[in-house]
């Protein structure tokens, strides 16, 4: 499979060509599937990159927000293979932050996770963090994990944060997106930063497993 044909196809948001290209990943059983979902990422970096050069406008980014949603529902099943059941299921909420509103990576990170025995409440995009404390108190949840794609999201991370800290002692934070690093995890003062979501599932298991 030539990956870079399907990030070209991608950023230029020639659905035809990802799409058969998809399938064809499929059809071969599913075993690139995690480096197909890599070349479409690439290929939102092609549009992301011609939005900011004024080649792209917003209905741009809004098809490619189509294309990409469509592009994990071909691959979801080979992505999310997990260790399925088996042990007590893990409860945990994930959201995107206030004032953004992209949900695509955490969707998948929560695909992933479900896949591997996690009861995941999603609490949808542009999370308040009042709306954060509220359901991790209600639902007696200690694991929160955290998506933003803005830049400004990791002020909203922040806010979140504090507010759990504050108000809900002992639950761990994990925090991920494109615009997280160890840096501003340390910042934000979350327990944990990801960018893939394995690293996200193996965090999660061990927080679950150590109670
Ligand atoms: C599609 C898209 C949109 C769609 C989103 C549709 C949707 N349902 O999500 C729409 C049209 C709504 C949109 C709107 C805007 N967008 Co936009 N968008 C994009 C685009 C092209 C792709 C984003 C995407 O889905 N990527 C693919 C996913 C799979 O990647 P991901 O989110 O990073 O997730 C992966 C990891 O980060 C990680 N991950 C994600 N979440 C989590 C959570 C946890 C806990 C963990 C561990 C890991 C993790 O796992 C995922 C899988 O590997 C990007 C460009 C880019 N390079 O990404 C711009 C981009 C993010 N958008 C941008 C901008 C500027 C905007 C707008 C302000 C445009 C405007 N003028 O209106 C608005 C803002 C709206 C808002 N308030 O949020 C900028 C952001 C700049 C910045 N640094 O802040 C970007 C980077 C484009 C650019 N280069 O200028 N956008």
Redesign the pocket.
């Known amino acids: 499979m030539d990956f870079e044909k399907l990030s070209s196809a991608v950023g230029e948001l020639d659905e035809d060509t990802m799409i058969e290209m998809l399938n064809e990943v499929m059809a071969q059983g599913g075993g690139d599937a995690q480096k197909a979902?890599?070349a479409?990422?690439k290929g939102?970096?092609?549009?992301?990159?011609l939005?900011?050069e004024g080649e792209y406008f917003?209905g741009d980014?809004?098809y490619?927000?189509?294309l990409?949603?469509e592009a994990?529902d071909i691959l979801k099943d080979a992505l999310a293979s997990g260790d399925g059941g088996g042990q007590t299921k893990a409860r945990m909420i994930?959201c995107?932050v206030k004032?953004?509103?992209?949900?695509?990576?955490?969707?998948?990170?929560k695909a992933m996770l479900e896949a591997n025995n996690f009861d995941v409440l999603d609490l949808g995009?542009?999370t308040p963090p009042e709306k954060v404390v509220e359901a991790v108190k209600k639902e007696g949840i200690r694991i929160v994990?955290?998506?933003?794609?803005?830049?400004?999201?990791l002020d909203s991370m922040k806010e979140t944060v504090d507010l759990i800290r504050q108000e809900c002692p002992g639950v761990k934070v994990?925090?991920?997106?494109?615009?997280?690093s160890e840096e501003a995890c340390q910042r934000i003062g979350a327990d944990e930063?990801?960018?893939?979501?394995q690293?996200?599932i193996n965090?999660c298991k061990a927080w679950a497993e150590a109670g």
């Open positions: 979902m890599e479409c990422q939102m970096d092609i549009v992301g990159n939005f900011e917003v980014l809004i490619a927000g189509e990409m949603t994990v994930i995107t004032d953004d509103l992209h949900d695509i990576g955490k969707n998948i990170v995009i542009d994990a955290l998506s933003g794609v803005l830049t400004m999201a994990i925090i991920g997106g494109a615009p997280v930063w990801a960018h893939s979501p690293k996200t965090t």
